[in-house]
């Protein structure tokens, strides 16, 4: 199992320089990373994260949120609360610091 690790900082850059496709790709990299460091609680894929956000007007997102964060902490209500008060965007940076943890000790 190879896990990218990503620079937190350079992946908020390029997402405000694209205006947010770029973070639209970490997205889905934060899914698809998150389904194999715990496939016990595998989730969609990335792809199929953003087509559900898409198709439930963002009902989805509240979901997803809640999952990134029981499957890299077991602490899916942090993410959640996060999420609801506006503060999404920190668990992008709090999940790709889980996954970096996980990637630094984990790959080969």
Known sequence: MNIKKRNVGLA???????LGI??????VCLTNDSNKIA????????????????????????YWNYKLGDKLTG?????????????????????QSEINKHADTNND
């Open 12 to 18: 908020i850059l390029f997402t405000i320089i694209t």
């Open 75 to 95: 602490s899916g209500t942090l993410y959640l609360v996060l999420f609801i008060f506006g503060f999404g965007w920190v668990n992008y940076i709090l999940g």
């Open 22 to 27: 770029y973070g639209i790709y970490w997205y």
């Open 39 to 62: 496939p016990d609680k595998k989730t969609a894929s990335g792809g199929l994260a953003i087509l559900f956000t898409i198709i439930s007007f963002g009902i989805y997102g509240y």
